[in-house]
Protein backbone atom coordinates (compact mmCIF):
# COMPACT_ATOMS: atom_id res chain seq x y z
CA UNK A 1 0.00 0.00 0.00
CA UNK A 2 1.83 3.31 -1.07
CA UNK A 3 -0.19 5.52 0.37
CA UNK A 4 0.46 9.27 -0.39
CA UNK A 5 3.16 9.50 -3.41
CA UNK A 6 4.78 12.79 -4.25
CA UNK A 7 6.76 13.43 -7.32
CA UNK A 8 9.45 14.95 -7.87
CA UNK A 9 11.30 14.45 -4.75
CA UNK A 10 13.59 17.43 -5.45
CA UNK A 11 13.91 20.14 -8.20
CA UNK A 12 15.83 23.19 -8.90
CA UNK A 13 13.84 26.00 -10.96
CA UNK A 14 14.58 29.21 -12.30
CA UNK A 15 12.54 32.32 -11.55
CA UNK A 16 9.33 32.61 -13.99
CA UNK A 17 9.40 28.90 -15.09
CA UNK A 18 6.29 26.59 -14.05
CA UNK A 19 5.93 23.68 -13.39
CA UNK A 20 3.58 21.07 -11.23
CA UNK A 21 3.99 19.10 -8.09
CA UNK A 22 2.65 15.54 -8.62
CA UNK A 23 0.45 13.75 -5.47
CA UNK A 24 -1.56 10.43 -6.09
CA UNK A 25 -3.09 9.06 -3.17
CA UNK A 26 -4.40 5.16 -3.46
CA UNK A 27 -6.19 5.06 -0.34
CA UNK A 28 -9.66 6.65 -2.36
CA UNK A 29 -9.83 9.46 0.38
CA UNK A 30 -11.89 12.51 -0.49
CA UNK A 31 -9.81 15.05 1.26
CA UNK A 32 -7.00 16.22 0.20
CA UNK A 33 -4.85 19.20 0.76
CA UNK A 34 -1.29 20.64 -0.06
CA UNK A 35 0.93 22.36 2.60
CA UNK A 36 4.54 24.11 3.00
CA UNK A 37 7.01 24.17 5.25
CA UNK A 38 9.71 26.76 6.05
CA UNK A 39 12.60 26.90 8.60
CA UNK A 40 11.02 28.22 11.92
CA UNK A 41 7.44 28.53 10.09
CA UNK A 42 5.30 24.84 10.81
CA UNK A 43 3.29 23.26 7.69
CA UNK A 44 0.89 26.23 6.19
CA UNK A 45 -1.91 25.21 3.95
CA UNK A 46 -1.77 26.48 0.50
CA UNK A 47 -5.21 24.43 -1.12
CA UNK A 48 -7.39 21.85 -0.08
CA UNK A 49 -9.82 20.12 -1.85
CA UNK A 50 -12.84 17.92 -0.16
CA UNK A 51 -13.89 15.61 -3.16
CA UNK A 52 -12.84 15.49 -6.79
CA UNK A 53 -14.01 18.86 -8.93
CA UNK A 54 -14.37 20.96 -5.82
CA UNK A 55 -11.12 22.90 -3.94
CA UNK A 56 -10.65 26.07 -2.05
CA UNK A 57 -7.70 28.22 -1.05
CA UNK A 58 -5.58 27.57 2.33
CA UNK A 59 -3.69 30.08 4.22
CA UNK A 60 -1.21 31.04 1.46
CA UNK A 61 -2.57 30.29 -1.82
CA UNK A 62 -1.00 32.82 -3.87
CA UNK A 63 1.01 32.03 -6.77
CA UNK A 64 -0.38 28.62 -7.04
CA UNK A 65 -3.08 26.60 -8.46
CA UNK A 66 -4.66 23.18 -7.70
CA UNK A 67 -7.20 21.15 -9.47
CA UNK A 68 -8.67 17.47 -8.67
CA UNK A 69 -10.31 15.62 -11.82
CA UNK A 70 -10.60 12.48 -10.12
CA UNK A 71 -10.11 10.62 -6.26
CA UNK A 72 -6.68 10.12 -6.70
CA UNK A 73 -4.33 12.61 -7.76
CA UNK A 74 -3.93 16.69 -6.65
CA UNK A 75 -1.27 18.17 -8.44
CA UNK A 76 -0.24 21.89 -7.29
CA UNK A 77 1.12 24.25 -10.31
CA UNK A 78 3.32 26.59 -9.77
CA UNK A 79 2.58 29.17 -12.83
CA UNK A 80 5.86 31.74 -12.65
CA UNK A 81 8.35 30.22 -9.53
CA UNK A 82 9.61 32.93 -7.38
CA UNK A 83 12.49 32.88 -4.67
CA UNK A 84 9.99 33.16 -2.13
CA UNK A 85 8.47 29.48 -2.88
CA UNK A 86 11.68 27.70 -2.68
CA UNK A 87 10.02 25.34 0.39
CA UNK A 88 9.62 22.01 1.07
CA UNK A 89 6.26 21.19 -0.23
CA UNK A 90 3.77 17.94 1.31
CA UNK A 91 0.90 16.84 -0.18
CA UNK A 92 -2.17 14.90 2.70
CA UNK A 93 -5.30 12.71 2.48
CA UNK A 94 -7.46 12.11 5.35
CA UNK A 95 -10.74 9.89 4.71
CA UNK A 96 -14.62 10.84 5.16
CA UNK A 97 -16.04 10.91 8.59
CA UNK A 98 -15.02 14.39 10.03
CA UNK A 99 -12.11 16.83 10.18
CA UNK A 100 -10.93 15.18 13.23
CA UNK A 101 -9.74 12.16 10.82
CA UNK A 102 -6.10 12.29 10.67
CA UNK A 103 -4.06 12.71 7.91
CA UNK A 104 -1.82 10.52 5.75
CA UNK A 105 1.77 12.92 4.50
CA UNK A 106 3.67 12.12 1.58
CA UNK A 107 7.94 12.44 2.05
CA UNK A 108 7.59 16.00 0.60
CA UNK A 109 8.83 17.45 -2.35
CA UNK A 110 12.26 19.52 -1.93
CA UNK A 111 11.72 23.08 -4.44
CA UNK A 112 14.54 25.40 -4.77
CA UNK A 113 13.99 28.66 -6.82
CA UNK A 114 17.07 30.47 -8.24
CA UNK B 1 -0.89 35.76 14.55
CA UNK B 2 -0.29 32.61 15.36
CA UNK B 3 -2.84 30.58 16.84
CA UNK B 4 -1.11 27.32 17.82
CA UNK B 5 2.11 28.00 19.11
CA UNK B 6 5.15 25.92 20.56
CA UNK B 7 7.46 27.99 22.11
CA UNK B 8 10.32 25.68 22.84
CA UNK B 9 12.04 24.92 19.47
CA UNK B 10 14.34 22.17 21.04
CA UNK B 11 14.50 20.06 23.87
CA UNK B 12 16.47 17.59 25.14
CA UNK B 13 16.14 14.61 27.08
CA UNK B 14 17.85 11.49 28.68
CA UNK B 15 16.44 7.69 27.58
CA UNK B 16 14.20 6.76 29.82
CA UNK B 17 12.96 9.61 31.25
CA UNK B 18 9.90 11.72 30.91
CA UNK B 19 9.60 13.99 27.71
CA UNK B 20 7.21 17.30 27.87
CA UNK B 21 6.42 19.04 24.55
CA UNK B 22 3.72 22.14 24.96
CA UNK B 23 2.08 23.76 22.59
CA UNK B 24 -0.59 26.61 23.36
CA UNK B 25 -3.36 27.64 21.02
CA UNK B 26 -5.32 31.13 21.33
CA UNK B 27 -8.79 30.41 19.44
CA UNK B 28 -10.89 29.07 21.94
CA UNK B 29 -12.79 27.38 18.68
CA UNK B 30 -11.22 24.65 18.14
CA UNK B 31 -12.03 21.53 19.45
CA UNK B 32 -10.09 18.87 17.96
CA UNK B 33 -6.41 18.76 18.38
CA UNK B 34 -3.77 16.42 17.03
CA UNK B 35 0.15 15.54 17.25
CA UNK B 36 2.60 14.59 14.32
CA UNK B 37 5.82 13.30 14.47
CA UNK B 38 8.55 13.89 12.05
CA UNK B 39 11.29 12.07 11.05
CA UNK B 40 13.97 13.93 8.47
CA UNK B 41 12.93 14.14 4.73
CA UNK B 42 10.12 12.30 5.58
CA UNK B 43 6.50 14.07 5.68
CA UNK B 44 4.52 13.76 9.02
CA UNK B 45 3.18 10.85 10.87
CA UNK B 46 0.00 11.28 13.08
CA UNK B 47 0.89 10.07 16.72
CA UNK B 48 -2.08 10.80 18.78
CA UNK B 49 -4.88 13.51 19.45
CA UNK B 50 -7.61 14.34 21.65
CA UNK B 51 -11.51 15.95 21.52
CA UNK B 52 -12.28 19.01 23.51
CA UNK B 53 -14.50 16.89 25.25
CA UNK B 54 -11.95 15.26 26.87
CA UNK B 55 -8.88 16.17 28.99
CA UNK B 56 -6.87 12.99 28.49
CA UNK B 57 -5.89 10.49 26.06
CA UNK B 58 -3.69 7.95 26.28
CA UNK B 59 -1.58 5.40 23.49
CA UNK B 60 1.03 3.32 25.07
CA UNK B 61 4.04 5.41 25.95
CA UNK B 62 1.78 8.61 24.64
CA UNK B 63 -0.30 10.81 26.77
CA UNK B 64 -1.95 14.44 25.62
CA UNK B 65 -3.60 16.50 28.13
CA UNK B 66 -5.56 19.30 27.35
CA UNK B 67 -6.26 22.05 29.76
CA UNK B 68 -9.00 24.22 28.03
CA UNK B 69 -9.67 27.11 30.69
CA UNK B 70 -5.57 27.71 29.65
CA UNK B 71 -5.70 26.49 26.36
CA UNK B 72 -2.92 24.40 26.93
CA UNK B 73 -1.97 20.91 25.92
CA UNK B 74 0.64 18.95 26.18
CA UNK B 75 2.45 15.73 24.98
CA UNK B 76 4.19 13.54 27.38
CA UNK B 77 6.39 10.53 26.07
CA UNK B 78 7.38 8.14 28.73
CA UNK B 79 9.23 5.99 28.95
CA UNK B 80 11.39 7.91 25.70
CA UNK B 81 13.85 5.97 23.73
CA UNK B 82 16.57 7.50 21.23
CA UNK B 83 13.54 6.70 18.29
CA UNK B 84 11.67 9.51 19.26
CA UNK B 85 14.40 12.35 18.15
CA UNK B 86 11.87 13.64 15.81
CA UNK B 87 10.32 16.94 15.17
CA UNK B 88 6.65 17.31 16.88
CA UNK B 89 4.18 19.31 15.49
CA UNK B 90 1.26 19.85 17.66
CA UNK B 91 -2.11 21.15 15.44
CA UNK B 92 -5.52 22.12 15.71
CA UNK B 93 -8.54 22.47 13.65
CA UNK B 94 -12.43 22.84 14.16
CA UNK B 95 -14.32 20.03 14.04
CA UNK B 96 -16.82 20.27 11.04
CA UNK B 97 -15.63 23.16 10.03
CA UNK B 98 -13.56 23.83 6.77
CA UNK B 99 -10.31 21.17 6.43
CA UNK B 100 -8.27 24.40 7.83
CA UNK B 101 -5.53 22.65 9.95
CA UNK B 102 -3.49 24.74 11.68
CA UNK B 103 -0.43 23.48 12.86
CA UNK B 104 2.34 25.18 15.12
CA UNK B 105 6.03 25.57 14.69
CA UNK B 106 6.96 22.50 16.15
CA UNK B 107 9.36 21.17 18.74
CA UNK B 108 13.01 19.30 18.15
CA UNK B 109 13.15 16.42 20.15
CA UNK B 110 16.07 14.68 20.96
CA UNK B 111 16.60 11.80 23.46
CA UNK B 112 20.43 10.86 24.40
CA UNK B 113 21.11 6.88 25.05
Known amino acids: NAGVTQTPKFQVLKTGQSMTLQCAQD?????MSWYRQDPGMGLRLIHY???????DQGEVPNGYNVSRSTTEDFPLRLLSAAPSQTSVYFC?????????????FGDGTRLSIL | DQQVKQNSPSLSVQEGRISILNCDYT??????FLWYKKYPAEGPTFLIS?????DKNEDGRFTVFLNKSAKHLSLHIVPSQPGDSAVYFC????????????FGKGTKLTVNP
Open chain 2, 27 to 32: NSMFDY
Open chain 1, 27 to 31: MNHEY
Open chain 1, 92 to 104: ASRDKGGSNQPQH
Open chain 1, 49 to 55: SVGAGIT
Open chain 2, 91 to 102: AAIIKGGSEKLV
Open chain 2, 50 to 54: ISSIK
